[in-house]
Each structure stands twice: as C-alpha cells, then as structure tokens.
C-alpha cells in the first residue's frame, strides 16, 4: 500500500453501509506529527500528482473528475490552490457553480455539469455541484419556489432517486447546521461507490485537510495505472529513421 492511499484510506467511503458522520472527528490529523511533517508531505504529494497528470494528459484514456462539496469556510478554495499549485493548467479544468441562471433552469439539471465534466486526459474539480439538491433544498425547502419544477416533481423530493437536480445557494446559516449535517450524511449513504467514493475529510486543521485531499488524488492517479503511451515497431523504425536523417544532414 502506497504512503497516499495509507493517509487517505480512512476517510474514503466506498460504501454507504453504516457509514455515520459523527465516527468522523473534523480535527483528526492521522498519523502526521506537525505541521511542518504536513508540509513536507504536501510537497512530496504535489511533485508526484504533477508526475501521474503529466501521464494522464499523455495516455489520453482517462479522466478525473473531483468534487468539493462542503459548507461555507470549509475551505475548498484554499485546498484546490494549494494542492493543485504544481499541476499542468492545461490539463485542469475548474469550475465553480453558484445560483442557476434562467438559461441553466431551463435545462435538466445536469445540462451545466455535463457540459464542462473534464476530457479525457485531464483533471476536472467542481467547486460543489449538482449535489447541492439533495443538501440545501432539504433544508431551504423555499429554494424549490424559484426553480419552476413541476408539482409532481416537488412531491418526491424525499425519493433520492428524484433529488439530482442542481441548485445552487450559498450555505451560511450555521443555526441549521444539524440539518446540513443529516442531509450530508443521507447524501454519502445514499451515493458512495467503489468506482466514485466520497473522502470525509477532517478540516478543523488545513494544513492536514489539503494533504489529505491531495493524498486522495495521488492515490486516485495510482490507482489507474497511468502510464506514457508505448511506441510500437513501425514507430519506433519510423523514429530510427528520422534521426539518422537528421544525424545525416549536421
């Protein structure tokens, strides 16, 4: 087992079975001695994530889609700045989904993810997403008003199998925080799988929430064995060739 996939093996959620929040301590720092330890590590993570990116751009076979989803001044944007600090910007795409707009509600609600999910070759974050329907509408239930959703449809909101429509809404009444707490665990429950696992990552102390988060990644990239395309024989004569030629003409 890698050193990444030991950091972040914990706070992965293959399965919703018997999963609960509150096994999960929010100041937790694993086995990492201090803040300069973390930092050593994140350094280490960064290097070796620009590494497995630059063997994913050129494989060109996989993507990667990561998505924070977590309350206010949790601190998504400061991890994705500095875990993704040392990552080729042309393979990472980023995306930030606040309130739909009126062209955005006139579509399913998938249409303005879908539309920007990453190619294959590169790294997607979602700085939250369409899960925000089964989150915030559970507990601003007023959202909903604005959405122009047929009745039949409101009616269902409690069968998950009709909650993946995005709204989005700033989160900032923390007086709901029990709310958003059971909507988050009903969420991971509801949604984790061994091919698209959550990560409940402690983020009382950022120094420890951005290596884990990046040790998340890495171990992500390992896990698909990405590797430099081969070069076969006709190619490799091809290459031969060209060099001998150009060998030739010095």
Known sequence: MSWASKLSKPYRIDSG???RLNDFDPASTGNVRSKEHAKELLERSIAEMAGLQDKLYAQDRWSVLLIFQAMDAAGKDGAIKHVMSGVN?????????????????????????SKVLPERGHIGIFNRSYYEEVLVVRVHR???NHERLPESLISSLD??????KFSAADVRERECWDDYMKAYEEMIVET???????????ADNKWFTRLAVAAAIVDTLQEL???YPTVDADKQKELTAARTELERKK
């Open 192 to 202: 984790s799988s061994k091919h698209a696992p959550w990560y409940v990552i402690p």
């Open 142 to 144: 007023d959202i909903l």
């Open 89 to 113: 910007p042309q393979g990472c795409q980023v995306y930030s989904f606040k309130t739909p707009s009126s062209e955005d509600l006139n579509h399913d609600f998938l249409w303005r993810t």
């Open 225 to 227: 064995n990405v590797a």
């Open 159 to 164: 069968t998950p199998e009709k909650n993946w």
């Open 17 to 19: 079975k018997d999963f």
